[in-house]
């Protein structure tokens, strides 16, 4: 009986921990079953070390019936505890936020685990069952408190649609496959000129983010409410502007970033284009990238609103012409009755464009502050985890990368690694564990960055090579030194005696979901 009550109780907090071990990577995935369910393959989110120690308490009991019943299950319940400790001790890059969210999920999915519970204290075997239905149990947990989360969320939403409205700020929306955070930070720092600017912070750009934050910390004395605005489909944009009603825009580009939720390029352009129609419909201007014109969409609004779409960059509305002097962009605008010089000291060739979009869109909004840009922009502030630098005595230098996820960010930022390392003579290093959601187009990009990265590394560190096999093949066939890393922390532990000299370049970083492999 003693024995019994031990393995039973070790058991239930083995799945209460095993539960949110679960959640992490279930919240990681956004709540979202069929990527969940996608994963679990991949982290290896199936029980082996538990079932095995039931496993064997069974076969015990065949083997040895008068001892196994008291012995064994202590001696179980014992390895089951261990077995929970060691896994409650799991450290993550992104671990589980505690909203009322999880709260609600996980404590469903404990009452839906009960007869599991019953069912394993039946018979040991049951056990094992219910550690690889737990999956399944967080999904039935979501469901079921799916209709009262709907609820909840539109009230959310609401309130702060209202609060959006009351106070109603000039509102910016910003939206691109990539380049959207670097250049709402850029705009809130010149618009700042103007007046006080609220913005979402990081990389916050869904409307249940976006909400929160309006609740939280939008004030009357904000002046303008800028943005970001990502995108999961065709008509997530545009529900967003529905939400916000911005009266300008700004669209950074169209890429194969995130082309696995999209399917084609072309959707991706007609998702991204929603702001600008947006715009266009309420009378504001939307300032796009000039590239962006070969995509339908946008050469049928920039058409059929010409005063209400202003394209920068090649061929556009206002051309845009750089040079690099010293460590600094010397950038120059000319066009549309703007002609301005300023200086840029962010890394990198992306940020021409990304620099001049916000500038054209503050110079619209309040023409007062023009001559005062140039003030702005030589001492913006580098955007964390994008092509930052970190600099300290004794030490290689690092440019961090880390929510890069784009082929032309990553081929850009190659290139800067390349040009400083040279620089300061030392190594040009790479770690990076690849781009994320390319779908079909996966083998073919990081065929072509791994050809890149040959061609401006010294040393490349790649951070589950199963999962690019493309790049590390490409990379390898251009004659670089590829070294295999299971995680981002082992590629770290490689490069500990790395020269003061050297230039590490982390491009990209993956959540637990897409790096790690458990064993459970």
């Not at 095995?52 to 196994?68: D, K, Q």
């Not at 909840?152 to 955070?181: E, M, W, Y």
């Not at 996966?442 to 072509?448: G, I, L, M, N």
């Not at 990379?475 to 490689?494: E, F, K, N, S």
């Amino acid at each position: 009986m003693i024995g019994a009550a031990v393995f039973l109780l070790a058991f239930a907090v083995l799945v209460h921990v095993r539960l949110g071990t679960l959640l992490t990577y279930f919240q990681q995935e956004e709540y979202a079953p069929r990527r969940f369910l996608a994963a679990i393959p991949r982290v290896r989110l199936w029980d082996l070390r538990a079932s095995a120690v039931i496993v064997a308490l069974v076969a015990l009991g065949w083997l040895a019936p008068g001892w196994a019943p008291i012995w064994a299950l202590g001696l179980a319940g014992a390895a089951l505890a261990g077995i929970a400790a060691l896994e409650s001790r799991y450290r993550y890059k992104k671990p589980l936020v505690a909203t009322e969210r999880a709260r609600r999920i996980r404590w469903v999915a404990s009452v839906l685990a009960v007869p599991g519970l019953v069912l394993a204290a039946l018979h040991p075997l049951g056990g094992i069952v219910l550690l690889q239905a737990l999956p399944l149990v967080l999904i039935a947990a979501n469901a079921a408190l799916a209709p009262w989360q709907r609820r909840i969320n539109q009230r959310f939403i609401d309130k702060a649609a209202a609060r959006l409205a009351r106070l109603d700020p000039v509102r910016i929306g910003i939206t691109g496959s990539f380049g959207k955070t670097t250049v709402k930070h850029i705009l809130a720092e010149l618009l700042e000129l103007s007046g006080p600017v609220f913005y979402s912070p990081g990389s916050i750009n869904t409307q249940l983010g976006l909400t929160r934050h309006i609740r939280q910390r939008l004030q009357p004395a904000h002046r303008y409410f800028v943005a970001e605005m990502g995108a999961y489909g065709e008509g997530s944009v545009r529900r967003l502007c529905d939400f916000v009603q911005p009266q300008y825009g700004i669209v950074t580009a169209v890429g194969a970033a995130h082309i696995e939720r999209f399917g084609s390029v072309a959707a991706v352009a007609r998702a991204k284009s929603e702001l600008a129609e947006a715009v266009c419909r309420a009378g504001g201007l939307a300032v796009i990238n000039a590239e962006l014109l070969a995509h339908p969409p946008f050469r049928a609004l920039k058409d059929a609103h010409p005063d209400h779409v202003l394209s920068v960059g090649e061929g556009g509305d206002i051309a845009v012409s750089a040079s690099l002097e010293g460590s600094d962009w010397h950038i120059t605008l000319s066009g549309a009755g703007l002609e301005l010089s300023y200086t840029l000291p962010l890394l990198g060739e992306h940020n021409i464009l990304n620099s001049a979009l916000a500038v054209v869109l503050t110079a619209r909004i309040d023409a007062s502050v023009i001559d005062r840009l140039p003030l702005v922009t030589r001492v913006v502030e580098q955007v964390p985890h994008r092509l930052q630098k970190r600099d300290l005595p004794g030490q290689p230098l690092v440019l961090d990368d880390a929510f890069n996820s784009n082929e032309a960010g990553f081929a850009n930022a190659l290139r800067v690694l390349r040009d400083v390392a040279r620089a300061r003579g030392g190594r040009a290093i790479l770690v990076t564990p690849g781009v994320v959601e390319l779908g079909l187009e996966h083998d073919r990009v990081h065929a072509r960055l791994g050809a890149l990265a040959a061609e401006c590394c010294d040393e490349i560190h790649a951070v589950n090579p199963d999962r690019i096999s493309a790049f590390v093949d490409a990379a390898r066939a251009g004659g670089a030194r590829v070294y295999p890393a299971a995680t981002l922390g082992a590629a770290r532990a490689a490069l500990r005696d790395a020269d003061e000299r050297d230039v590490i370049l982390y491009e990209n970083d993956l959540p637990d979901i897409l790096e790690e492999r458990r064993l459970l």
